[in-house]
């Protein structure tokens, strides 16, 4: 990432206004972390700017909100951000890509919980798919995984 917090969020719509891109901050929000960089949207990132992977995943999703494209790929799109901002972002994420063509990849079963088709891949082959309820109801490999991750 270099150029500006704006420039970056405005990538792919370098005519976006300057309220577009605070919203598509706030929806992924990212904006009360840009407000506290030293100049705000204006702050220059480089290599060098100590940015969190998490901070760069919620100016990655701002751009993509800003966007609204038509098909979306996201592979771990959240795997360094918190639970709880996550949670926060989760239904501005779900309106998102209910708009459009999704390929979500996740670990985190949060983020693909209510896909209208989960596909669990492993070692390279298909081994179940279907709805988050279906999957459950299996008792499979996806079952595993979920008990696994929200039961303990």
Do not use: C, W
Not at 15 to 43: C, Q, W
Not at 106 to 125: D, P, Q, V, Y
């Amino acid at each position: 990432m270099f150029g500006t917090v704006k420039e970056n969020i405005a990538y792919g719509k370098p005519n976006a206004t300057d309220d577009e891109v605070i919203n598509a901050a706030k929806m992924s929000h990212a904006h009360n972390f840009i407000m506290r960089l030293p100049d705000g949207y204006d702050t220059y990132i480089s290599n060098e700017n100590i940015l969190s992977k998490g901070e760069i995943q919620l100016i990655t999703i701002a751009r993509i909100m800003l966007l609204n494209p038509p098909i979306v790929i996201l592979d771990e799109a959240t795997s360094n951000i918190d639970l709880i901002t996550e949670k926060l972002i989760k239904e501005n994420f779900f309106k998102l890509i209910n708009n459009s063509t999704s390929f979500v990849i996740a670990h985190r079963l949060s983020t693909i919980k209510h896909s209208n088709r989960i596909i669990f891949i492993e070692n390279g082959n298909i081994v179940e798919q279907g709805t988050h309820d279906e999957l459950i109801k299996l008792k499979g490999k996806y079952y595993e995984l979920y008990m696994s991750q929200y039961v303990s």
